[in-house]
């Protein structure tokens, strides 16, 4: 099964089979890490992405990683933290799930994470990680050619709360 491992890192300079961008419905770019990967990527990437017809939170579509190390993006959309009763942690585990999913269907072998809803969308950070870390443990058993899955932190608080949830599982 595939190993989990954390690092900080600028995941746009990651050089893996395939990074996950945190984006929103529109797919269109945005800030944080959707913007870094827009910027880093170049304007294919939006030009490809005015063709994928938007995202449903917690699904997930693939586009071509264009001028990025990395070989595909595989965007997500995560919820809107609304205070935990709105079924935000199952619609987080599926992020998590659906982009193994579209990573097994590629057959890559390495693919990096940021702390999707971590940021913009207000998701607790403990319990982000855990949700992922549960979610991603079940999702790589049904995803063979999946080795290795980072989980990348833009800061020394968000890598503790990665390295937490990683010891704990
Ligand atoms: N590399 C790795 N992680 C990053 C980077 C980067 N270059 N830039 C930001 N991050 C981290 C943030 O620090 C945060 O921990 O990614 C995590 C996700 O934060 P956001 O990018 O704000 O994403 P999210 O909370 O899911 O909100 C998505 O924000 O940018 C808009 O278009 C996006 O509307 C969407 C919303």
Same mark, same amino acid.
């Given at each position: 099964m595939g190993q989990m491992e954390c #690092?900080?890192?600028?995941?746009? &300079?990651?050089?893996?089979?395939?990074?996950?961008n945190a984006a929103n419905t529109r797919l269109l770019g945005g800030g944080g890490v959707?913007? /870094?990967?827009?910027? +880093?990527?170049?304007?294919? #990437?939006? +030009?490809?992405? @005015? &063709?994928?017809g938007g995202c449903e939170t917690g699904d997930a579509k693939?586009?071509?990683?264009? +001028? #990025?190390?990395? @070989?595909?993006?595989?965007?997500?959309?995560?919820?809107?933290w609304q205070g935990g009763d709105r079924g935000e942690a199952a619609l987080l585990a599926s992020c998590y799930r659906r982009c193994i999913e579209? +990573? &097994?269907? #590629?057959?890559?072998?390495?693919? /990096?994470?940021? /702390?999707?809803?971590?940021?913009?969308?207000?998701?607790?950070h403990r319990p982000a990680c855990d949700v992922a870390v549960a979610s991603l443990a079940a999702a790589l058993q049904g995803a063979p050619s999946v080795l290795r899955v980072i989980l990348v932190a833009f800061s020394d608080e968000m890598l503790e709360h990665w390295q937490r949830a990683l010891s704990h599982r």
């Amino acid at each position: 099964m595939g190993q989990m491992e954390c #690092l900080k890192a600028d995941i746009c &300079q990651l050089s893996v089979d395939a990074i996950v961008n945190a984006a929103n419905t529109r797919l269109l770019g945005g800030g944080g890490v959707d913007g /870094a990967i827009h910027r +880093a990527a170049g304007p294919e #990437l939006l +030009a490809f992405c @005015r &063709q994928l017809g938007g995202c449903e939170t917690g699904d997930a579509k693939v586009s071509p990683g264009f +001028a #990025l190390p990395a @070989r595909y993006i595989i965007h997500t959309v995560g919820p809107v933290w609304q205070g935990g009763d709105r079924g935000e942690a199952a619609l987080l585990a599926s992020c998590y799930r659906r982009c193994i999913e579209e +990573a &097994q269907h #590629l057959a890559v072998q390495s693919v /990096a994470f940021p /702390a999707i809803s971590c940021g913009v969308y207000g998701y607790p950070h403990r319990p982000a990680c855990d949700v992922a870390v549960a979610s991603l443990a079940a999702a790589l058993q049904g995803a063979p050619s999946v080795l290795r899955v980072i989980l990348v932190a833009f800061s020394d608080e968000m890598l503790e709360h990665w390295q937490r949830a990683l010891s704990h599982r």
